[in-house]
């Protein structure tokens, strides 16, 4: 059974950080990646992986604030968020990829559950 459980969210003022961890099991993927969706919005890209690190991206709102990374013996994506600011509220959800590198939410074949992250100001 292939699972993908979140962790590591919760409340932080703007300005902090958070960091989010992502335990893949029952398979590996070729891509790994975090999105979010705040109420009443469509989910958005926020950063995607590389299985061997080397590649990744990240969406317009996140650049130079977010950082990805994976550590394939874990199987684990982590996702490191500083400069938090109140739009950054949401629910991340981590998502893998079977083959293929995508931004686009409904080509990833697996899904957390999710995790809240409320950043206030």
């Known amino acids: 059974q292939v699972q993908l459980v979140e962790s590591g969210g919760g409340l932080v003022q703007a300005g902090g950080s958070l960091r989010l961890s992502c335990v893949a099991s029952g398979r590996t993927f070729s891509n790994m990646a975090w999105f979010r969706q705040a109420p009443g919005k469509d989910r958005e890209f926020v950063a995607r992986?590389?299985?061997?690190?080397?590649?990744?991206s990240y969406g317009d709102s996140v650049k130079g604030r977010f950082t990805i990374s994976r550590d394939n013996v874990k199987n684990t994506v982590y996702l490191q968020m500083n400069g938090l600011k109140p739009e950054d509220t949401a629910v991340y959800y981590c998502?893998?990829?079977?083959?293929?590198?995508?931004?686009?939410?409904?080509?990833?074949?697996?899904w957390g559950q999710g995790t809240q992250v409320t950043v206030s100001s």
């Open positions: 992986i590389t299985r061997s690190g080397g590649s990744t």
């Open positions: 998502a893998g990829k079977a083959a293929g590198y995508s931004d686009n939410a409904p080509s990833y074949d697996y």
